[in-house]
């Protein structure tokens, strides 16, 4: 039997999980982390999705898969007119160079001090 969609008004945390291909886990956390998802809680305590949640869940997904931190995530959310860019380093990528230079120098460090003998 063909029909209209039906729009429904409310999702449970499973039917989301299932659509968003997320862990129930992952969405509980980015609720704690993103405050601009804030599903509505039944009588009984359940969490209920609307359709811009789902919205909200689909684009958390989409740029944490691309490798985005939670910084930048919450950025391009406040910020829908941004250009995403997968190709662009992400600031956590310009933490990892900047972390490998510091150990690079360390090793330089102790390289060169390998000659040297210590006494207690």
Same mark, same amino acid.
């Given at each position: 039997?063909?029909?209209?969609?039906?729009?429904?008004?409310?999702? %449970?945390?499973? /039917?989301?999980? +299932?659509?968003?291909?997320?862990?129930?886990?992952?969405?509980?956390?980015?609720? &704690?982390?993103?405050?601009?998802?804030?599903?509505?809680?039944? $009588?009984?305590? +359940?969490?209920?999705? &609307?359709?811009?949640?789902?919205?909200?869940?689909?684009?958390? $997904?989409?740029?944490?898969?691309? =490798? &985005?931190?939670?910084?930048?995530?919450?950025?391009?959310?406040?910020?829908?007119?941004?250009?995403?860019? %997968?190709?662009?380093?992400?600031? %956590? /990528?310009? +933490?990892?160079? /900047?972390?490998? =230079? /510091?150990?690079?120098?360390?090793?330089?460090?102790? $390289? %060169?001090?390998?000659?040297?003998?210590?006494?207690?």
């Amino acid at each position: 039997m063909d029909g209209p969609d039906i729009k429904r008004l409310y999702y %449970s945390t499973q /039917e989301v999980c +299932r659509l968003a291909r997320v862990r129930s886990y992952d969405l509980k956390q980015w609720e &704690k982390k993103f405050s601009e998802l804030k599903p509505s809680i039944s $009588k009984t305590g +359940r969490r209920l999705y &609307k359709p811009g949640d789902l919205e909200i869940i689909s684009k958390i $997904k989409s740029l944490a898969d691309l =490798g &985005k931190t939670d910084d930048e995530i919450q950025y391009l959310i406040n910020h829908p007119q941004t250009p995403i860019s %997968s190709d662009m380093p992400g600031r %956590s /990528e310009a +933490r990892y160079s /900047e972390i490998i =230079g /510091e150990l690079e120098n360390i090793l330089k460090i102790l $390289k %060169s001090d390998s000659t040297a003998v210590y006494f207690d």
